[in-house]
């Protein structure tokens, strides 16, 4: 089958750097998106790593490795409002291509 | 620029009761996709619509059904309605003008809370 697993909940400080991954099971896809929900909102689209390497946008920076099934979402310099949930989604390559989103890691903003 | 806009933003109803929710894409936009999100769940995808036509379907039985509008616009019909179908349900929108494959991201509404009493 087809899944993406991530951690359900991780906690930092504000300032601090965290990064939070999301492996995967799929035979192949196009590519990894990372979305943000805060509570009782919408998600919001961060980044999208078609190919291996880094992708940074700001503070936050999107990884992917496609030989290890395994990416990751790093926020840097953490601000309280980064309290959200982030979730990692793949579209599989092949005739069954609908969108599949991970379950959402919970990030706690410690002060 | 408006963005993707949901109707209504609450709703409840009752088991075996039929529901419509309503979405308008982002300006633009031409694809529109429909997810339900249970709580503390990442959502998971119901249908597509692109050219006024249902693209792809994900693994929820007929009761869930929609219809895509000339404008683009989208409605989700739900039938019969159960306890278990209470959820947040996302409307999102992107352009699909690049075929099935097409990586857009996609850009949600901030979705329809249905309850089912």
């Known amino acids: 089958g087809q899944s993406l697993e991530q951690p359900s909940e991780v906690t930092a400080v504000e300032g601090a750097i965290v990064q939070i991954n999301c492996t995967y099971q799929t035979s192949g896809f196009y590519g990894l998106s990372w979305y943000q929900q805060h509570d009782g909102g919408a998600p919001t689209f961060l980044s999208y790593?078609?190919?291996?390497g880094l992708e940074e946008t700001g503070r936050f920076s999107s990884f992917l490795s496609r030989s290890d099934s395994y990416g990751y979402l790093l926020l840097q310099e953490l601000q309280m409002k980064d309290s959200a949930s982030y979730f990692c989604?793949?579209?599989?390559?092949?005739?069954?291509?609908?969108?599949?989103f991970g379950k959402g890691t919970r990030l706690h903003i410690l002060p | 620029d408006a963005g993707v806009t949901q109707s209504p933003t609450h709703l409840i109803k009752t088991r075996g009761q039929q529901v419509t929710l309503r979405c308008s894409p982002k300006?633009?936009?031409?694809?529109v996709s429909w997810y339900q999100q249970a709580l503390g769940q990442g959502p998971q995808f119901i249908f597509q619509y692109y050219e006024e036509e249902e693209r792809q379907r994900g693994n929820f039985p007929d009761r869930f059904s929609g219809h895509q509008f000339p404008n683009y616009s989208s409605e989700l019909n739900v039938n019969a309605l159960l306890l278990g179908d209470s959820a947040l349900y996302l409307c999102?929108?992107?352009?699909?003008?690049?075929?099935?494959?097409?990586?857009?991201?996609?850009?949600f509404g901030d979705g329809t809370r249905l309850s089912i009493l």
């Open positions: 989604a793949v579209r599989p390559a092949n005739r069954d291509d609908k969108i599949i």
């Open positions: 999102a929108s992107s352009l699909g003008g690049t075929g099935q494959y097409s990586n857009q991201p996609q850009h």
């Open positions: 790593n078609a190919l291996d």
């Open positions: 300006s633009g936009h031409d694809t």
